[in-house]
């Protein structure tokens, strides 16, 4: 070994240094408050997070002792991260914002506890309608509630775009769209940017699609219902769109399909009110250019079918503290700070509480004040909005709506389909298979 | 440095015997030294010394036998308390010490106190002109340097034994005969024993008191110089001492005389040996006649030394005998020429055993030529 | 190495029957610092056994379980998880992918690898400037590399689409990621930038020993710049190229950041490896014990890598290294 | 004059294939200066007609970059601290000792240098359910020595080899005890090699992705490698500039280790495996 390094006199001062380092490492702990709880949400942007600061500021003040972390999940990551914190034991004291259907398959396992006394605290009363009747799949218990309604697939016009390439009615159908599409589709701007990754935004886009035809993917007695014209009409569809979308939109979930349209790369957008929010801070050139209309279906005598994926609250059974748990839970529909969440990204989570929608503070905003028109149709449309826990009225709640969305089963389809160009009987009967196997399992 | 100690730095290796599983390295190895002896170990590589050196310094244990330094058994004594200092053939010198650290280093480690530790260093450093060197790093140091930095972290210790590992080998041929002379004139001014390992039969025979000769494990000869170069004990130490090598003609004996192709010789008086014995022959270069003998030869090859010249001679029976001649000999490859020999500094041994027969010749007659 | 002191040095010839004489060993001192080796070495095997073996037996062991994740409720299955794999076309898929993907940016990572290092074995200009820039894939975190990355391929804004629209080599923006066979060439192509520098520092190290007598001596015999390299600088390769591409095969075959995060393993499976499917069959079908057959899979595959690699290092009478 | 035209050639040519292979580090620093809507441009510009650092003001104090920042700090400090010194015993005692099992043991480091940390990913992580300690900075160190422990020991073995036995023998002669012949002579020597190893373990841990994503599951404990990641998978927007600024915070350790410790790096590779 050469020793042209370092001076002995340097050298020895490393080594003593390393030496000490070894005997004063610090020890790995976490702090530990007398009671700490843990919030996971996938709603993470800067904006939101703000406003769930001053949450949990005010929850913390009122409560001596307790603190609670904000933690990042995110709508891919969530099934596995759950996974991976109820088999550790280590589990989030509450999590909002995940899609009711996720909490239906938790709570079939015997994983979440119920929410009564959390909707008790806030007031049933002080809810829509029917608000929380999805999370009730146990007879007078709740495995969740809502904290909010999503339109996630309303359609996103570009007036300007449509002006100069001569489009002047709004798509009704899906022939109109890709027409539309087809003539706005020019000098770097492509028609729409519907996601074809495999990913959650793929399935439940292609879901509302199959809906969109007059379908369902299971019958109100979950049956699988996959093998009609429908949901060979949606594939067909959702494939003749693929030269409309960028050429990334192979990947594209929702990140990406908002970018963009906000960036102003796309004409059309598929998205929830989150566009407005975005729009104003990243892209307000288009600001005064874009509105909001419920996404075109197969023909005009298809009602439109608005997927609400129903932004949840949960509290997993294993929770410490479950007194403290709760209570904060019901902290969060406290109006000074859930008006902030929701002022966070306006249109985009929607109110479940009737009082709050009623209240000045919500309606005065800026960007609510500005788009009224769209942010009164999303919450129109949310509030008829279903999912694929509970695809129709007539349907019965699907407690394995949450595996299969994330068993990808859906999005695979599309991807066999339009990117694999698989032939549709296949592409068809293996996810007909594949989602019997998934109710069943 | 008290005479009284140099006597007891005396060492005992007793059936002492070395092996790496099956692969034996050292073979019931006996070997007596007198306190402050200087004693080579000699041989060529793989033959062990270097293994028993290190079983001295405590590097290596014994498999069987014991090792004692002055009357004391050290088998299971730690090297660091055996009171040996050894010099390696890479020197082993801390790179991230100076010289001085270097040579204080035992001193060190034995709890002798700052200031007396200084003064060794000092007084060691002087008498091996390492003084202005003090504060340089092993690696500023030219080769002949870095031995001396070893000699001196030896040296200051004022151990009982020396135990040096080629230490001459890393250097130059010039440098080397200095450094020999340095060792010499070392040992003879603080007589410690001095234990010194070497291929080198030069160094073995201008420094040693005595030679251990060692082959395969095993111990050959040990004796003074002399001893090994004029009565070799057996065919390995014959063969490996003395440059050029010593000449050895297969033969056997038959009427009480050595026969070989080119050459009988009648022994002399004594027992020779019986009729029938395969035996070899060794003359040494320098113990040939030129010119003038009862043998005949043909010159192969001449190799002119300017001080001598050597010779090849081709004989009768295939054999070719290397010749040291005066360098005023009129010699030239292709003459024939007659030889004869020095019948006293003959050399007789056993072909099968290898071992030395004691055997004397009388002076062949020229007739007698076979 | 001679026949150095302490531990016999592992290329000696006896070395194997030495550790019987160790057994053997009975002086105090010899056994007393066998035993601070011992000692010494003791935290290692510790951990090794704690992180390294029982879980590794684990793995086999929970292989032959049926677990579901969120619950770690399992029953005994015994081998049905091989044999489900075994007819299984995404596991031979995935295989397949694993092995398409080690092949190829194999191939170019050493390639590269060589032609960058006989570049910057030249004079150059600021030399270690460039080799410092070359290197830094290699140490920068794959989650960067992937990040930055996925910038550049990026369908509307990349620079990469741009560039290649403005040289006239695509007149649309590419899907780099989203289909095949781009995914895989992209992955591909990634994996090469990130580790082609590993080869490079090591075919560096070695063409700066490579004696100037030899291109002198091929000069003289008529060699042209041509036959040096094929007649001198390759055959002096060849041993450090047989380490270094087996040690990268081993090390590509097991990579699972770069593609999860790149494509994860998408389109569909069409850039899924091994490694994907273990993590996807463990936390996205919450079925570990499957995920633990589909691993013990992939270390049987990767074994014959090892063996060989093993095999190569003695075969040279080297210790592996 | 033809031999200086060819020089001059050769240069260009070589620094252009050094500015491709470094463009996306480049593009990466570029990017994290633009302004986002700058990043909209079609064609894309390449300097930055305005350069801002609000997004690096972003990264800071609007996201949790800065607790996986300190994240990953402690938890590479703390692998690289405990693996080093367990490494460097390990490996000494290797080097220089002999009993039974230590050749086996030397081929054990080997394959487990080799091992697929997918395979030991499940097991561990209930390992550390059952423990108790799954999603702390505790379960990641100790899943990380799984690949930081032989890599280093490796690393310091092949080091260790290269210091000559007669050393440490000349130091026992002079009265050393086998461990103060440790510390006096082959730890010394040795360092260059230690440091090596440390930044190498450092760097690993630094980067490490997969140990992350399935023990950690909480912003207490989460390294930046995972942090950041999630910032790109989040659905409410892409943001390119941020993420490129985070890119390039994440490499600072690396860039400092490169622009003050690069020999240490290029050494340690020679030791590391690739002695052809």
Known sequence: MSDRIMTGVGRRAVLGGTMALGLGAPMVARAQAPVQLRWWSPQTAPAQREAYMFQIRTFEEANPGVRVAFEATSDEGYPAQMAAAFASGQVPSVVTHLPSFALATYWQNGLLEPMNDVINAVGPQNYYDGANRIYEITQGQYCGTGIGNSAANMMWLRRDLMQAAGVTDVPRTWDQLRDACRRMQRGGVFGAPLPYGRNSMTSLIFICFVHGAGGSIFTPDLQVNVENDAFRNALEFYKSMRELCPPGATGYSWGDSLTAFVSGATATGIYTGRVLANVAAQNPRIADHISCHRYPTISAQVPHWTFNDFPSVMIPRQAQNMAVVKRFAAHLFRPDGYIRQLHAAPGHVLPVLKTISAMPQYQENALINKYRAAVDLMSESAAAGHNLGWETTRHRPNVHAGRIIASHVLSEAVQRYVINNEPMTQVVSVTATRLAELMRA | ?370 | MSSSSLPAAPSHPSRRAATAADRAAVNPLDRGYALLGVLLIAPTVLIFCAVIIYPLVSALYLSLFSIFTPTLAGSFVGLRNYAELAGSPEFWRSLLNNLIWTVLTLTLQVVLGVLAALMLNQAILFRSLARSLILFPYFVSTVVAVLVWRWLFNDLYGILNHTMMWAGILDMPLDWLGAMPNAMVSVVLVGAWKYFPFVVIAVLARLQTIPEQLYEAATIDGAGAWGRFWDVTLPQLRDVLVVVILLRAIWDFKEFDLIYLLTGGGPIIGTQTLPLMVYKEAFGMNEMGRASAVAVAMMLVMLVFMLVYFRVLKARGEEPR | MKRIAGRIAFNLFAWLVVFVTAFPLVWMVITSVKPQFELFRIPPTFWPEQITFEHYARLLWETPFLLYMRNSLILSTATTVVVVAVATLGAHSLVRFRYPGREKLAQLVLFTYLLPSVVLILPLYLMMVWLGVANSLLSLVIAYTTFALPYALWLLRSFMQGIPDDLENAALVDGATRMGAFFDVILPQALPGIISTSLFTFILSWNEYLYALVLVNTDAARPLTTGVMNMLISAFNIEWSLLMAASVMMSIPLIIIFAFLQKFLTRGFGAGGVKG
Not at chain 2, 91 to 101: C, G, I, R, S
Not at chain 2, 142 to 155: D, F, N
Not at chain 2, 189 to 200: A, G, L, M
Not at chain 2, 329 to 350: K, Q, S, V
Request: hydrophobic share 45%; net charge neutral.
């Open chain 2, 1 to 370: 440095m008290s005479d009284a100690r140099s006597a007891d730095g005396e060492v005992r290796f007793e059936k002492v015997r070395k092996a790496f599983g099956t692969n034996v390295v050292v073979r019931e190895l006996d070997l007596a030294i007198r306190g402050g002896e200087f004693v080579s170990l000699l041989g060529p590589s793989g033959c062990g010394k270097t293994t028993t050196l290190r079983m001295l310094a405590g590097l290596e244990f014994p498999t069987s036998g014991s090792i004692s330094i002055g009357g004391r058994v050290v088998n299971e004594v730690a090297p660091g308390a055996r009171d040996v200092a050894m010099v390696f053939q890479s020197y082993a010198l801390y790179p991230h010490m100076t010289v001085a650290e270097n040579i204080a280093y035992p001193l060190r480690k034995r709890g002798v106190p700052k200031p007396e530790r200084e003064q060794r260093v000092q007084r060691a450093a002087e008498s091996l002109h390492l003084t202005e060197l003090l504060s340089r790093k092993p690696r500023q140091l030219s080769g002949g340097q870095q031995q001396r930095v070893a000699l001196g972290r030896a040296l200051v210790r004022d151990p009982r034994v020396f135990l040096l590992d080629e230490p001459l080998s890393n250097l130059d041929a010039k440098l080397r005969a200095h450094m020999r002379a340095e060792l010499i004139e070392l040992h003879a001014r603080i007589r410690r024993t001095f234990i010194y390992v070497t291929h080198d039969q030069l160094e073995a025979m201008t420094m040693s008191d005595r030679i251990a000769v060692m082959h395969e494990g095993v111990l050959q000869q040990f004796g003074t110089p002399a001893e090994v170069y004029n009565r070799p004990a057996n065919l390995f130490v014959a063969g490996f001492i003395g440059a050029p090598t010593m000449n050895l003609l297969h033969g056997q004996a038959a009427e009480g005389a050595f026969h070989h192709p080119a050459l009988g010789l009648p022994f002399a008086g004594g027992s020779p040996p019986a009729s029938g014995q395969r035996l070899v022959l060794g003359l040494r270069p320098e113990d040939v006649v030129l010119g003038t003998g009862p043998f005949a030869a043909r010159i192969r090859l001449v190799e002119p030394h300017g001080h001598e010249q050597i010779v090849q001679l081709d004989i009768e029976g295939g054999d070719t005998l290397t010749i040291r001649a005066d360098a005023a000999l009129p010699l030239a490859a292709g003459e024939a020429l007659r030889w004869g020999l020095r019948t006293a500094r003959l050399h007789l041994f056993n072909a099968e055993s290898g071992g030395r027969i004691d055997a004397a010749f009388t002076a062949p007659a020229e007739a007698a030529a076979a």
